[in-house]
């Protein structure tokens, strides 16, 4: 048995032998939302080094996690994306960023892409709660647009402005990650500006129920 392995007869050891290296989940967080050039992996990673990011990508197709497929013409590039056996790690994935919510605090010089975000708003939504006309909320954090929207008990992000959002709601991120999870915070930031909202107010409070801020 190779030395990175626990070497125990146990489900969460074999899952940790495979999934709990530096770098892997992230690698997997960057898959969820489609598949990705090397290159955009490697923006999406800061930090990570080349021949580490090579690893593993190659230990998650070894795994069959991961696959490699190259994009019809005109883009004829070579993606990596999950595998039905890959995707089944997102439910980890969300409950382990619903619990790190709570860690994140003030922004101290980390590095951030607004991409990162949307595993916030997959854990935030409240697909039970759903009802009526589909509802797009564009967030802008620290000025970086990104938008959600809320369809048949489902939700769906893209990166960028959205082009007719309903409710847009803006601040920087540290600001906006601890508002999700404490709402007295989000009432206090919210009347000293440092939150705002713009919307007809049954947008907003219809945004805020879906999302569980209310």
């Given at each position: 048995m190779s030395g990175k392995s626990y070497d125990h007869y146990c489900a969460l050891a074999k899952a940790l032998d495979l999934v709990g290296e530096r770098w892997t989940l992230l690698v997997v967080r960057e898959l969820i939302e489609g598949p990705k050039r090397y290159t955009d992996l490697q923006e999406g990673i800061p930090g990570i080094a080349t021949d580490m990011l090579a690893a593993r990508l190659k230990t998650l197709e070894e795994a069959e996690l991961v696959e490699r497929r190259v994009l019809p013409p005109p883009a004829a590039s070579t993606v990596y994306e999950l595998t039905p056996l890959g995707h089944?790690?997102?439910?980890?994935?969300?409950?382990?960023?619903?619990?790190?919510?709570?860690?994140?605090?003030?922004?101290?010089?980390?590095?951030?892409?607004?991409?990162?975000?949307?595993?916030?708003?997959?854990?935030?939504?409240?697909?039970?709660?759903?009802e009526g006309s589909p509802l797009v909320v564009q967030f802008e954090l620290s000025g970086e647009p990104i938008h959600v929207r809320m369809a048949d008990g489902a939700i769906e992000t893209a990166v960028g402005p959205a082009a007719d959002p309903d409710v847009v709601i803006a601040g920087d991120v540290a600001t906006l990650s601890r508002a999700a999870h404490d709402r007295e915070f989000a009432?206090?930031?919210?009347?000293?500006?440092?939150?705002?909202t713009t919307g007809t107010k049954e947008n907003v409070k219809r945004a805020l129920y879906l999302l569980g801020l209310r």
């Open positions: 089944g790690l997102e439910p980890t994935i969300r409950e382990l960023g619903r619990w790190g919510l709570h860690l994140l605090g003030k922004r101290k010089g980390e590095a951030f892409r607004v991409q990162w975000s949307s595993i916030w708003f997959r854990i935030m939504f409240r697909p039970e709660r759903f009432k206090e930031a919210a009347a000293k500006g440092k939150m705002r």
